[in-house]
């Protein structure tokens, strides 16, 4: 499966954002799928993810701000992100869970949020 991640960009403390995934191939609606994040220094965390049966499960710290959601008529996978915050910034990916090798992520999407 081929990931591609868009939608990052610039925002203020508290405000929205939507990021939004696109995979190639047709094994897409069998995976769980999830967004994940790196900030700078910091390792690669699982923030959300969505079953394949459309279940879904948060970190703590965005849980209440962050929704996740998926289509599988279009091979797409959304993070609405609400009341952003400036420990957000990262770089966001999207990837089965469990992820798949390293050849499997993308080059992500960049998230920054100012105070």
């Known amino acids: 499966v081929q990931l591609q991640a868009s939608g990052g960009g610039l925002a203020q403390a508290g405000g929205s954002m939507r990021l939004s995934c696109a995979a190639s191939?047709?094994?897409?609606?069998?995976?769980?799928m999830g967004w994940y994040r790196q900030a700078p220094g910091k390792q690669r965390e699982l923030v959300a993810q969505?079953?394949?049966?459309?279940?879904?499960n948060y970190e703590d710290s965005v849980k209440g701000r962050f929704t996740i959601s998926r289509d599988n008529t279009k091979n797409t996978v959304d993070l609405r992100m609400n009341n952003l915050k400036p420990e957000d910034t990262a770089v966001y990916y999207c990837?089965?869970?469990?992820?798949?090798?390293?050849?499997?992520w993308g080059p992500g999407t960049q998230v920054t949020v100012s105070s």
């Open positions: 191939g047709s094994i897409f609606s069998i995976l769980n």
């Open positions: 969505v079953s394949r049966f459309g279940g879904t």
């Open positions: 990837n089965s869970v469990p992820s798949g090798d390293s050849s499997s």
